[in-house]
């Protein structure tokens, strides 16, 4: 009889146990704490991730993940169970997000993250490539522009310069402006300017401040529309996201998918005129183009055909390419007039 009430009583104390059992999920990030990312998109989505399962799930961040591009891999082997990563580091495999990187299209990064992700799931999704990963959002960085360590008066100015770029379509933007490009992540450019490996790089403004390029840069070109933009995906390991219950799973994608990628393209974007102020603060010197300025106008001309190049690039893949890209330019224009 003692027996039966010990394990009556140890069945009464493990089933709370149960119930209020937690799950963290380790998420990897190679930015620094002070970044956009990891300073506001992650705690924001932690918050979301642990309200909207009344506390089961809670997110953790572990800094210093190592290589950006080593993120697929982290996560699709179970190193760590979500994280973010640039689709142009893994050349050939991404190849459709690429189509919100060329130049031309509205500079707002929040309303082409989330045309993106519309056109993720209307387009892309079915072809694959995201294979062996849970997406759960997708987004841009604010547009690209040049910092270099020389003023800009002529588009011709940076032919032959080195600059040093990310990967994806800004490498064929590279070859079209006649520049050197130099392939390497965001984290290698302030030691890369400051030896003097490079004359130059195509980023974000915010990167002025968080990567201190502010330092190192004696020019910044601003261009109106930006040269480019990034595409980012937010992933989570399927066999992790498949361990929790269908409330929890349902619970995270309630918070992720649109919602995830519109604060984060708002949050990068945000970011940018901090870069600019840090840049100004020592003294670095800012040319805002024009739309009619020579400069502006030169870039135009290089970068015509860069649709029709993706379009030729992704035949391989079973989507229709040009409506893919219609519904995404048409999504940016009709969000970015509805949040004005």
């Known amino acids: 009889m003692n027996i039966i009430k010990t394990i009556a009583c140890f069945c009464a104390l493990l089933i709370p146990t149960l119930a209020y059992s ?16 990891n300073d506001v998109v992650w705690p924001t989505w932690a918050k979301w991730v642990e309200d909207a399962t009344e506390g089961r799930v809670k997110i953790e961040l572990e800094y210093g993940s190592g ?5 697929f891999g982290m996560v699709e082997d179970g190193v760590a169970d979500v994280s973010f990563g640039v689709n142009g580091y893994l050349p050939g495999r991404f190849k459709l997000p ?21 056109v993720y799931l209307q387009h892309f999704e079915s072809a694959g490539e995201f294979d062996g990963l849970k997406v759960l959002g997708m987004f841009v960085h604010g547009p690209g522009q040049l910092f270099t360590t020389f003023e800009v008066n002529d588009l011709a100015d940076i032919q032959n310069k080195k600059i040093r770029t990310g990967g994806g379509v800004v490498n064929d ?21 400051q030896q003097g490996v490079i004359d130059g790089v195509f980023l974000p403004t915010q990167e002025l401040k968080y990567s201190r390029l502010n330092e190192v840069v004696t020019d910044v070109t601003l261009f109106p529309s930006g040269m480019y933009t990034t595409a980012f995906t937010i992933f989570m390991n399927p066999d992790v996201f498949d361990d929790l219950s269908v409330a929890d799973q349902q619970a995270i994608m309630s918070v992720s998918g649109e919602k995830l990628s519109a604060l984060a393209g708002r949050s990068w974007g945000a970011s940018d005129a901090q870069g600019l102020d840090a840049a100004k603060e020592l003294g670095v010197r800012i040319k805002t183009l024009s739309v009619d300025d020579p400069i502006t106008i030169a870039f135009g001309e290089k970068v015509k055909g860069m ?32 949040q004005d």
């Open 22 to 37: 937690q799950t963290t999920l380790r998420v990897a990030t190679w930015l620094p704490p002070t970044s956009g990312q």
């Open 67 to 71: 290589h950006p591009k080593s993120m």
């Open 98 to 118: 690429a189509v919100v990187e060329i130049p031309a299209e509205t500079s707002d990064p929040e309303a082409l993250s989330v045309a993106l992700w519309r």
């Open 173 to 193: 933007l590279a070859t079209r402006l006649g520049v050197v490009p130099v392939f390497a992540p965001v984290t290698k450019v302030y030691e890369m300017m």
């Open 307 to 338: 649709h029709a190049d993706w379009i030729a690039s992704v035949a391989d893949r079973p989507i229709d390419a040009q409506a893919a890209l219609d519904d995404l330019m048409r999504i940016a224009r009709e969000y970015a007039a509805a």
